[in-house]
């Protein structure tokens, strides 16, 4: 391939060493007459290797870190604040020993703060997937009320049960009314148990760990960000002391005023409104919390007293169901935008159509898209938001990016290890090859993450798994779920591997050029050569050992396979924009906050900032 083999030069011209991380996809389609992606790619390349290590200057120590808490927070903290509350007290019901039993027992405080959770899932489920106006799905008629249970009167609009009636009813078979010991009692005497505090290290409403540069990633509004690590000494104020951005005639003002400013610049970047952004964040946060209990984190072992809970297990179907329906739709939108852009339909007739026009495809036209897909994504052209990566973003921009990916990155691969459990076959085989790869054949320093944290690292980020949690737009976490998803449910085994073919075969184009044209250092080429070195080999290995095998193994449901492809393509391409969206917003932010330190220091710049490729000059122009 002219691309792969293009970025595998332009890799060995910089030294291996610490690596990047990969982020999960900004995948592109072919827009109708684009010129083709092969030329386009060996120019990106070609860039890249020409790059010398000093086109911009290098961050300085604790700035990265700085710039996030600064700029890249404010992004999601009012759609955080819209259901801070349940968040918290979804924590806690996590970190509550004896979850379930205490749900049935009757424990007041614990079926409160259950209830209060299950409402506001409903709510936002309401607003993100049925277009309802928040007003609506917050009132009594239009979510149902759980807090009593059965037998209650209450009534609820849901085809489901609820969670906690779905407990009950369980209780009442395993007849757990006896054996509770203080939670019988305070049920008894009418009391309340309280929840337990969340253990150290569980990701809270913010985000849980403490990130890098002096404030925790937790949206706490007391936080006083470093402004000397972020725009330089140049920055304080006559006396030496500290400015608050405020002080410096910015109109951003408090941090409600950076979260209202980059709400809207958000809103402005994505063009969803912050309600339907909110809801969608909460929910993708629910689900993420919940899911991330199949995984060992290396914490206290208390951490995992709920990871069978019933209630957390109907909790997250009652998002799952209108989720993955609603996907469905958006899925076929866009093909309907694609299908406009390109003329025709091409081969994106059953996206268009749904799951119908996926079933009716005989297992040889199955073979044939399999086939077709390949050749399309292993070489695309370049979408906007690649372009963007590869040709304007900054390195603090290119910071924000390795941060946001890495809640996949630390954990790579962390999520496939689920589905190589069973029967031994070809197949399985294959799939645990690509497996042990990504491990690093066993040996950490090897592991595709251990890469991930090196890079990190060189940028003086917070290296700990999970630490810049609250900067995911919902979008890149509805990825991460999707994917939860499919490998905990043996039956999309085939879905899924639809969609690490895609995976594997849409390999990382851009960011190996960002990196250089940044100044990043050159040691960011290691974990680019590695993907690019590796990817091909997987790509086509997923393909012909895994996706067009499982076809004759299930000939009746090898349309699966497609439709997982088709749907990671798809959820791919938008986390991707949804991540460029939000790092222009960040840079708009800090374009700002630049501003304002300018006029605040009686003119005199801010160290840095608006100098090659960093603060305004990494902002493209409208």
């Known amino acids: 391939m002219l691309r792969r083999a293009a970025q595998a030069r332009a890799a060995a011209a910089a030294p291996a060493g610490g690596g990047a991380p990969r982020p999960r996809a900004?995948?592109?389609?072919?827009?109708?007459?684009?010129?083709?992606?092969?030329?386009?790619a060996v120019r990106v390349a070609a860039f890249a290797a020409e790059q010398p290590a000093t086109a911009a200057p290098a961050l300085q120590p604790g700035r990265a870190a700085a710039y996030l808490v600064a700029c890249a927070t404010p992004l999601s903290r009012q759609a955080l604040q819209m259901y801070a509350a349940q968040e918290g007290l979804l924590d806690q019901l996590?970190?509550?020993?004896?979850?379930?039993?205490?749900?049935?027992?009757?424990?007041?405080?614990?079926?409160?703060?259950?209830?209060?959770?299950?409402?506001?899932?409903?709510?936002?489920?309401?607003?993100?997937?049925?277009?309802?106006?928040?007003?609506?799905?917050?009132?009594?008629?239009?979510?149902?009320?759980?807090?009593a249970g059965p037998g209650s009167g209450s009534s609820s609009s849901s085809p489901?049960?609820?969670?906690?009636?779905?407990?009950?009813?369980?209780?009442?078979?395993?007849?757990?009314?006896?054996?509770?010991?203080?939670?019988?009692?305070?049920?008894?005497?009418?009391?309340?148990?309280?929840?337990?505090?969340?253990?150290?290290?569980?990701?809270?409403?913010?985000?849980?760990?403490?990130?890098?540069?002096?404030?925790?990633?937790?949206g706490d509004d007391g936080c006083e960000v470093d402004w000397d690590a972020l725009f330089g000494a140049e920055a304080a104020t006559g006396d030496g002391e500290r400015a608050p951005l405020a002080g410096r005639g910015s109109s951003l003002g408090s941090a409600d005023g950076l979260a209202a400013a980059g709400g809207g610049a958000?809103?402005?970047?994505?063009?969803?409104?912050?309600?339907?952004?909110?809801?969608?964040?909460?929910?993708?946060?629910?689900?993420?919390?919940?899911?991330?209990?199949?995984?060992?984190?290396?914490?206290?072992?208390?951490?995992?007293?709920?990871?069978?809970?019933?209630?957390?297990?109907?909790?997250?179907?009652?998002?799952?169901?209108?989720?993955?329906?609603?996907?469905?739709?958006?899925?076929?939108?866009?093909?309907?935008?694609?299908?406009?852009?390109?003329?025709?339909?091409?081969?994106?007739?059953?996206?268009l159509a749904g799951a119908e026009a996926y079933r009716a495809l005989t297992p040889e036209q199955i073979k044939q898209a399999l086939r077709a897909r390949f050749a399309r994504d292993v070489d695309p052209p370049l979408s906007r938001a690649q372009e963007y990566v590869a040709n304007e973003m900054g390195p603090l921009g290119y910071a924000h990016l390795l941060a946001v990916g890495s809640v996949d990155g630390l954990v790579e691969?962390?999520?496939?290890?689920?589905?190589?459990?069973?029967?031994?076959?070809?197949?399985?085989?294959?799939?645990?090859?690509?497996?042990?790869?990504?491990?690093?054949?066993?040996?950490?320093?090897?592991?595709?993450?251990?890469?991930?944290?090196?890079?990190?690292?060189?940028?003086?980020?917070?290296?700990?798994?999970?630490?810049?949690?609250?900067l995911l737009p919902w979008a890149w976490l509805a990825?991460?779920?999707?994917?939860?998803?499919?490998?905990?449910?043996?039956?999309?085994?085939?879905?899924?591997?639809?969609?690490?073919?895609?995976?594997?075969?849409?390999?990382?184009?851009?960011?190996l050029a960002a990196a250089r044209r940044c100044g990043l250092g050159a040691d960011v080429g290691g974990y680019w050569?590695?993907?690019?070195?590796?990817?091909?080999?997987?790509?086509?290995?997923?393909?012909?050992?895994?996706?067009?095998?499982?076809?004759?193994?299930?000939?009746?449901?090898?349309?699966?396979l497609l439709l997982g492809y088709d749907q990671d393509r798809f959820m791919g391409g938008r986390a991707g924009a949804a991540l460029v969206a939000h790092i222009q917003a960040a840079e708009a932010l800090h374009q700002e906050a630049a501003r304002a330190a300018q006029r605040g220091g009686g003119g005199r710049a801010a160290a840095g900032v608006g100098a090659a490729g960093v603060g305004a000059a990494t902002v493209p122009a409208e």
């Not at 790869?437 to 690292?457: D, I």
């Not at 043996?490 to 639809?498: E, S, T, V």
């Not at 895994?546 to 009746?556: C, G």
């Open 266 to 351: 958000v809103a402005a970047a994505t063009g969803e409104a912050p309600a339907a952004s909110a809801a969608h964040l909460f929910l993708q946060r629910t689900l993420y919390k919940i899911n991330r209990l199949s995984h060992f984190w290396y914490d206290d072992l208390a951490a995992y007293a709920n990871e069978r809970s019933l209630w957390l297990a109907a909790l997250r179907e009652s998002i799952e169901e209108p989720w993955q329906a609603w996907e469905a739709g958006q899925m076929a939108d866009a093909a309907a935008a694609e299908c406009e852009r390109a003329g025709g339909p091409g081969d994106l007739a059953a996206p």
């Open 94 to 147: 996590i970190a509550t020993p004896d979850l379930d039993k205490r749900l049935a027992a009757g424990d007041a405080g614990a079926r409160w703060a259950a209830a209060a959770v299950e409402g506001a899932v409903a709510a936002a489920v309401g607003v993100a997937f049925r277009g309802e106006s928040p007003a609506r799905a917050a009132s009594p008629a239009a979510s149902p009320t759980w807090a």
């Open 160 to 218: 489901q049960p609820s969670p906690l009636s779905t407990l009950d009813a369980f209780a009442r078979m395993a007849d757990w009314s006896d054996g509770m010991g203080a939670v019988g009692a305070a049920r008894a005497s009418g009391g309340a148990a309280a929840p337990a505090a969340a253990p150290r290290g569980a990701p809270t409403s913010g985000g849980g760990a403490a990130a890098a540069g002096g404030c925790p990633d937790d």
């Open 479 to 511: 990825g991460a779920n999707a994917n939860f998803l499919l490998t905990e449910r043996r039956a999309h085994y085939l879905r899924y591997a639809g969609a690490l073919t895609f995976f594997e075969i849409n390999g990382p184009s851009t960011y």
């Open 413 to 470: 691969a962390s999520r496939q290890s689920r589905v190589c459990a069973g029967a031994a076959n070809e197949v399985s085989c294959a799939i645990f090859r690509v497996l042990m790869e990504e491990y690093g054949g066993g040996r950490l320093p090897r592991k595709h993450s251990t890469f991930y944290k090196t890079m990190m690292a060189q940028l003086g980020l917070d290296t700990r798994e999970e630490g810049y949690l609250s």
């Open 529 to 560: 050569e590695l993907h690019i070195k590796e990817d091909e080999r997987h790509g086509r290995q997923c393909l012909e050992d895994v996706a067009l095998p499982l076809v004759d193994l299930y000939p009746r449901d090898a349309w699966q």
């Open 26 to 40: 900004l995948c592109a389609s072919r827009p109708a007459g684009s010129p083709p992606g092969r030329a386009r």
